[in-house]
């Protein structure tokens, strides 16, 4: 098989090349329980005849919800994908209001969900959406059709012939998946894609990422519902890549050490939490092994990629590989080379100590609107630069709008909101897609994004202010978990600070500091508020005086998704948090 110009046409391709035996593997209880290539593509043939039998039209809805990665989702994607109906993942984490909006928005037909706290969600809606026929889910839930049932329906394969009509019926500009973004403000928007546009976002990328073909494993756990951990699996699938997915967030860890993957995607958050753990460890070392940790540390905060900073840092390097990092990579599970990722700025430091321990993160940039990847960083033929987001990839075009904003042009930039024409045309002009982020492109060609056009505020002075280069200066700080610079219209930026509650722990713990029993006593605590000052006057060093943060506040609660602080790809939801701490909002502007 040649051309790919439909999705459903991944796990052929691979089957035509390799047919692995690990081509998706789930754990279940104790097990990682393997699907082959050709059992991934028998299985979504089942769905496909199971679906026909029910009655599925070209065009039907069927909506996609689940807690974790898992084989049975892209079973599912497949299978749907090949009768010409549309795809619609849906994040677990939101809210029964929302389910209901997209549900209802989208005309769902059928629901298929992961697990039993899904299931009680969209039960409690169901009413509310009449056109949804029937909830099926992956676990075996009382009171729930198991998807099973389905895969039993087109057991019998004398209805394959009609299967393959379909397949044929399909255009590759005919829409594929509809993915409703999260929305840090307002109503969640229907991003209607092509397979057009994935695929050629996912043949265009896949030249980027460092894998030997059929010989690589990969762990996914981001959000599949989420554009840019979808368009990795395919990728995956395309550079036959065993595809292993992690049971949770929380047990990344130890899936890390039973799978010990070649390649993972990942969010800056979670490098960040990785990076503190590893800090925390190294300050709990003593003697010689303390004083060794933080020189490894020093000299990765240092790094140039392509041996730029000479011999003698790169003779160092190698013993601090030997001596220190080492023992990073075997904690990530000891074959991972590389890591891309995507959603929010990669902090320059982060970029730079992991790729000295060995293990580069390549970071790129992209939207839902745009498949996602525009450009991406790549550590070989020179085409990685620490602190930009990469080249853009072969085939796809970025303009710098005269305010500095970054426009987009090419295949993989959307069909449109789905029924929203009034909302598609804010965001083009002609064939170019306006991302509402500011860049820039430097001589080489690497792209830099500097902030959210929408973010960007001006004090009462007059003066502009770009939140994010704030925030992530001062999020390298150990003491600080979040941050949301605040100050649109007012005399002087400030801002909501939620501490890192465990370091603080740990710091008051050494320095023999009561911090009492409660994170509300540990946020009023002087010495703590004094402490976390001089972490932001340190960082404040770096910004012109009309920038530096004047005043703050500390939070004690945990910024979360479910708390309803961030959206599922942990941007912040900053008219949510302004509003949550209005009292905090007060006491800095009108003492």
């Known amino acids: 098989m040649n051309k790919i110009s439909r999705l459903f046409e991944f ?7 390799n047919n692995l035996p690990d081509c998706l593997v789930t754990k279940y209880g104790d097990d990682w329980v393997k699907t082959s290539t050709q059992e991934f ?49 849906i994040y677990p984490t939101i809210s029964e209001e929302d389910y209901e909006y997209i549900l209802n928005h989208s005309e769902s037909i059928y629901c298929f969900v992961s697990d039993q706290e899904v299931f009680d969600k969209v039960m409690s809606i169901k009413n509310n959406v009449p056109k949804l026929k029937e909830v099926f889910s992956f676990d075996t839930i009382s009171g729930c059709k198991n998807w099973e049932e389905v895969v039993k329906q087109g057991s019998d394969d004398s209805n394959q012939d009609e299967v393959e009509t379909r397949k044929n019926e399909v255009n590759e500009m005919d829409l594929a998946t509809i993915i409703y973004t999260s929305g840090t403000t307002g109503r969640p928007k229907g991003v209607m894609l092509s397979h057009n546009n994935i695929v050629t976002n996912v043949l265009d990328s896949a030249p980027r990422i460092p894998v030997p073909e ?44 039973e799978v010990h993957p070649n390649v993972m995607s990942v969010v800056p958050r979670l490098l960040e939490k990785v990076y503190d753990k ?17 020189w490894a540390v020093e000299l990765g905060l240092k790094y140039e990629p392509y041996g730029a900073n000479g011999w003698w840092y790169e003779t160092k390097l190698k013993l601090a590989r030997k001596l220190i990092f080492s023992k990073w990579k075997e904690a990530l599970g000891g074959n991972l080379d590389v890591m891309v990722s995507g959603s929010a700025a990669l902090q320059p430091r982060l970029a730079r100590v992991f790729a000295a321990a060995g293990i580069p993160v390549m970071e790129g940039y992209g939207l839902t609107e745009t498949s996602p990847v525009i450009s991406v960083n790549d550590m070989r033929n020179g085409l990685f630069r620490i602190g930009t987001v990469g080249k853009t990839i072969s085939n796809v075009e970025v303009k710098i709008a005269e ?48 902030d959210r056009k929408k973010e960007m505020f001006k004090t009462s002075g007059g003066k502009y202010i770009a939140p994010q280069l704030l925030e992530n200066a001062m999020k390298q700080s150990l003491f600080i978990e979040q941050i949301m610079v605040i100050g649109d219209g007012e005399k002087m930026p400030a801002a909501f600070i939620q501490p890192s509650f465990d370091f603080v722990k740990e710091w008051a713990k050494r320095k023999k500091i009561d911090l009492g029993n409660s994170l509300d006593e540990l946020c009023k605590n002087e010495k703590v508020i004094a402490r976390i000052q001089e972490e932001v006057d340190t960082f404040n060093e770096r910004f012109g005086n009309w920038e530096k943060i004047k005043r703050f506040e500390l939070t004690p609660e945990l910024w979360t998704v479910d708390a309803g602080h961030l959206t599922p790809t942990m941007k912040l939801k900053r008219r949510v948090v302004k509003e949550r701490y209005k009292d905090l909002y007060e006491k800095i502007y009108n003492q």
């Open 11 to 17: 796990p052929y391709y691979q089957l035509s090349k």
């Open 41 to 89: 593509i028998n299985k979504a043939n089942a769905v496909s005849r199971g679906l026909l039998r029910m009655g599925i039209n070209k065009n039907d809805k069927i909506a996609l919800i689940s807690t974790n990665n898992r084989t049975e989702w892209s079973i599912m994607d497949i299978g749907v994908l090949q009768t010409g109906a549309q795809t619609i993942p």
């Open 214 to 257: 059929g010989k690589s494993r990969a762990m996914s756990f981001l959000p599949v519902c989420h554009i840019f951990e979808r368009v990795i699996l395919y990728i995956y699938q395309y550079h036959s890549v065993s595809i292993y997915f992690a049971e949770s967030i929380e047990k990344i860890s130890d899936n890390l050490k």
């Open 278 to 294: 590893i800090y925390a460890k190294g300050t709990d070392l003593t003697g010689i092994k303390k004083s060794l940790f933080f």
């Open 403 to 450: 305010d500095g904003e970054i426009l987009c042009k090419g295949p993989n930039v959307m069909m449109g909101y789905y029924k929203d024409p009034e909302k598609t045309a804010e965001v083009m002009t002609g064939d170019y897609f306006h991302t509402g982020d500011i860049g820039e492109i430097d001589a080489d060609g690497f792209l830099k994004i500097t």
